[in-house]
């Protein structure tokens, strides 16, 4: 029950409020919260994997995006890449 209530609350707000909220979370990664940290919450406010891709796209610049996902190793780099490559 709890954990579908912060996905219930996202699907009320529009697509400029997510990409407002899903920005917070990458300036909160720069900061240093973890990738996948990153990853769930931008899924769970974008509504899906693919939305969250899509804010990340125009959230952060392509170089920034290539050594986030060059950082990485094994499984993780993976999982980077398929959010932001």
């Known amino acids: 029950m709890?954990?579908?209530?912060?996905?219930?609350?996202?699907?009320?707000?529009?697509?400029?409020?997510?990409?407002a909220e899903i920005g917070k979370l990458v300036e909160g990664h720069r900061a240093g919260l973890p990738?996948?940290?990153?990853?769930?919450?931008?899924?769970?406010?974008?509504?899906?994997?693919?939305?969250?891709?899509?804010?990340?796209?125009?959230?952060i610049p392509a170089d920034e995006r290539h050594k986030?996902?060059?950082r990485e190793k094994g499984a993780a780099q993976a999982l980077a890449a398929s959010f932001l490559m």
């Open 68 to 70: 986030m996902v060059t």
């Open 2 to 19: 709890f954990e579908s209530i912060g996905a219930d609350i996202y699907k009320t707000w529009s697509e400029d409020q997510r990409r």
């Open 35 to 59: 990738l996948k940290i990153l990853f769930q919450m931008a899924s769970a406010i974008a509504g899906s994997p693919d939305s969250a891709r899509d804010h990340l796209a125009v959230l």
